[in-house]
């Protein structure tokens, strides 16, 4: 069973930093794409920010020049620095992982989400 654990969410206040990081746990083969993903009350989950095994990152309009996404493929871990925070940022942050299975097709897994709030 594969589990992906976050953790670094809490409350800051705009114009502060936080580091969310999110490690996979489990058996499996390997690892292709990671990621970031919020969803504010209301509203629909968004993209905040991919990379790929090799490094590669996307970034929403919204977050760039102010986070950055990185990962450590030995720890299978992604982190996403988030600088610059503002009362929009506000969110349950989730991470994302394309993940192969030892047999049988990539699957897509979720973590359970940290809240992350920005007060004015």
């Known amino acids: 069973q594969v589990q992906l654990v976050e953790s670094g969410g809490g409350l800051v206040q705009a114009g502060e930093s936080l580091r969310l990081s999110c490690a996979a746990a489990?058996?499996?083969?390997?690892?292709?794409?990671m990621g970031w993903y919020r969803q504010a009350p209301g509203k629909q989950r968004e993209l905040v920010a991919t990379i790929t095994t090799g490094g590669r990152a996307n970034y929403a309009d919204s977050v760039k020049g102010r986070f950055t996404i990185s990962r450590d493929n030995a720890r299978n871990t992604v982190y996403l620095q988030m600088d610059s925070l503002k009362p929009e940022d506000t969110a349950v942050y989730y991470c994302n992982a394309q993940i192969n299975p030892w047999v049988g097709p990539q699957v897509n897994y979720w973590g359970q989400g940290t809240q992350v709030t920005v007060s004015s």
């Open positions: 489990g058996r499996f083969l390997s690892i292709n794409v």
